[in-house]
């Protein structure tokens, strides 16, 4: 982290801004749920969030994006969006749940994290090991270090429940067959997911979500923007970089990290100040999808701040007669 992120606040009103990024790619994609066309749906989402972006008075650079420059037209790590104003990094994710909103299933988010320069880990695009709890637990109750048994029979004695009663969220997937074994051994429920594990995440901080904690691997770059929302909402998160291949360990490199098997605690991964927005695309447990009707549309979003940890949910209408890009 710079110096500058220690000292350097950014301008509340900039949470209310970045609503309206994330509520412009959402109402994009959402045209195209259930088209069966992730691509399509992902670039909708890529090319509104980039012109709403680029209406914002920062002088903002991506560190988390849609991939390296050569591999992604819009919206690349290191390019520089905003017209101009307070020193921003930028984590996002256009369309987080790309398959789900093709297919029309559940929790589908548009996202987007701002931090004081140097906030973010330059995290690649590489799987991520994560644990993560949601607030008011005592800090270290679990960790990417301890086995599941231990982290399960921890988390259920300091929540004063039954290791039965614990329901961990975890993606389902064929690598996790060993971790879904061991859960199930340990006694504890199991909701699987079949994408969107930013919103996993954050269903650990919701007491409504009924889930107790998030397990296993997905997108490191998924990893910094949950972390980013815990800082705002409450929780922890623990995250190891996962590498197939000498590649993949270059990429990382190539963004300084040095330690790659580095574990990351959640200042590690959204350090500083630090804001989160995400609007709902399709319907999820946090928030409703985009609604369209005759003429316009509604839109459901979360904004949140780490410095207070205020958490806004705006419930938009927007009026495509008078605005027709929705933006
Ligand atoms: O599908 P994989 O390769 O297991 O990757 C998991 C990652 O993909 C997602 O499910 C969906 O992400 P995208 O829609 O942005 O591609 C993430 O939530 C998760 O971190
Ligand atoms: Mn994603």
Redesign the pocket.
């Known amino acids: 982290m710079s110096d500058n992120a220690e000292v350097f606040t950014m301008d509340r009103n900039l949470a209310l801004e970045a609503v309206r990024v994330t509520e412009a790619a959402a109402l994009a994609a959402s045209r195209l749920m259930g088209r069966g066309d992730?691509k399509m749906a992902?670039q909708a989402a890529v090319d509104a969030m980039r012109t709403a972006l680029n209406n914002l008075e920062i002088d903002g650079t991506v560190v988390i994006g849609e991939g390296e420059r050569d591999e992604a037209p819009m919206l690349f790590i290191g390019e520089k969006v905003g017209r101009g104003g307070t020193k921003i990094d930028i984590a996002l994710?256009p369309?987080?749940?790309?398959?789900?909103?093709a297919k029309g299933g559940q929790n589908?988010l548009a996202v987007i994290a701002l931090a004081s320069e140097g906030g973010f880990l330059n995290a690649p695009d590489v799987?991520?090991d994560k644990i993560a709890v949601g607030g008011g637990l005592p800090q270290g109750i679990v960790d990417l270090d301890n086995s599941v048994a231990e982290n399960l029979n921890n988390l259920a004695k300091e929540k004063g429940v039954e290791v039965a009663d614990i329901v961990a969220c975890i993606?389902d997937?064929p690598?996790h067959a060993d971790l879904i074994a061991q859960v199930r051994d340990a006694g504890a429920r199991i909701m699987l997911?079949?994408?969107?594990?930013?919103?996993?995440v954050i269903a650990t901080s919701q007491p409504t979500s009924g889930v107790d904690i998030y397990m296993g691997?997905?997108?490191a770059?998924?990893?910094v923007l949950a972390a980013a929302a815990l800082r705002c909402i409450g929780g922890q998160i623990q995250g190891r970089l996962l590498f197939r291949n000498d590649d993949e360990k270059a990429r990382a490199k190539r963004w300084g990290i040095t330690d790659l098997d580095k574990k990351y605690d959640i200042m590690g991964l959204a350090g500083g100040d630090v804001m989160f927005a995400a609007t709902g695309v399709t319907n999820g447990a946090m928030l409703r999808g985009v609604r369209r009707y005759a003429g316009g549309a509604t839109t459901h979003s979360i904004i949140m701040r780490s410095k207070t940890g205020t958490v806004r949910t705006v419930e938009a209408t927007h009026d495509f007669t008078r605005k027709p890009s929705g933006d």
């Open positions: 992730e992902d994710d369309l987080e749940g790309t398959t789900i909103t589908a799987y991520m993606l997937r690598r997911i079949s994408d969107g594990d930013v919103s996993g691997s997905g997108g770059p998924e990893g």
